[in-house]
């Protein structure tokens, strides 16, 4: 599982860059569930699969990893794009399209039913959202757009941000989000790690 991710995410030059190093190794997996789609290792989404807030989940990669995170841990969440406005001309990433902080830890667990219940109840409900979700809108005319959903473990000092500690919720105030310090600013180690494709509803290109 951790070596599908980090294949999809070389092959796409996601790896290295400045919010994912080239020796990260995650240790959880994080499932991404929008209403009719999955996310997976690069899935292709149109705009209209995305106007809906997704639902956040973490897997454990490896039964140790729940051993080495204690139930005082507690995770930052983000959605960006390293795109915008377009991938030729990048010149507005990485726009932020959600934050969410103070993320409590809780026990992966592996049983079909748990599985169930996880795509309906998103973790990041359970944290403190500092940019509210805001849909992906590629334009038809643009290239596939590469969002990343990151995980981040918090240190053990609980993080107490405010929205301005991120910045603005309106449209412009979104782009040139400079993650990488947000990151390095508050000791965020980066755990896990998804991806998606995102195209205009009328976008003729190859799938």
């Given at each position: 599982m951790a070596q599908n991710i980090l294949d999809s995410l070389k092959d796409a030059n996601l790896v290295p860059s400045k919010v994912i190093p080239a020796d990260f190794t995650p240790t959880f997996h994080l499932n991404?569930?929008?209403?009719?789609?999955?996310?997976?290792?690069?899935?292709?989404?149109?705009?209209?699969?995305?106007?809906?807030?997704p639902s956040i989940s973490?897997?454990?990669?490896?039964?140790?990893?729940?051993?080495?995170?204690?139930?005082?841990q507690s995770f930052t969440f983000m959605l960006i794009d390293p795109d915008a406005p377009t991938p030729d001309d990048p010149k507005f990433?990485?726009?932020?399209?959600?934050?969410?902080?103070?993320?409590?830890?809780?026990?992966?667990?592996t049983s079909k039913q748990s599985e169930e219940?996880?795509?309906?109840?998103?973790?990041?409900?359970?944290?403190?959202?500092?940019?509210?979700?805001?849909?992906p809108g590629p334009k038809d005319e643009s290239g596939p757009h590469r969002y990343l959903f990151l995980l981040f473990a918090e240190p053990e000092q609980r993080l107490k941000l405010e929205k301005s500690d991120v910045g603005g919720e309106e449209f412009v105030e979104r782009r040139s989000f400079r993650a990488e310090e947000f990151v390095?600013?508050?000791?965020?180690?980066?755990?896990?790690?998804?991806?998606m494709r995102g195209v205009g509803d009328g976008w003729k290109g190859p799938e």
């Open positions: 991404v569930h929008f209403p009719t789609k999955a996310i997976s290792n690069g899935t292709l989404v149109r705009v209209s699969e995305v106007k809906q807030t973490i897997s454990a990669i490896s039964p140790t990893t729940t051993t080495t995170e204690t139930p005082e990433g990485y726009w932020r399209h959600w934050v969410v902080t103070n993320i409590p830890f809780s026990s992966p667990t219940q996880t795509k309906a109840a998103s973790m990041v409900d359970t944290g403190r959202t500092l940019t509210q979700y805001l849909p390095q600013r508050h000791g965020l180690r980066l755990v896990g790690v998804q991806w």
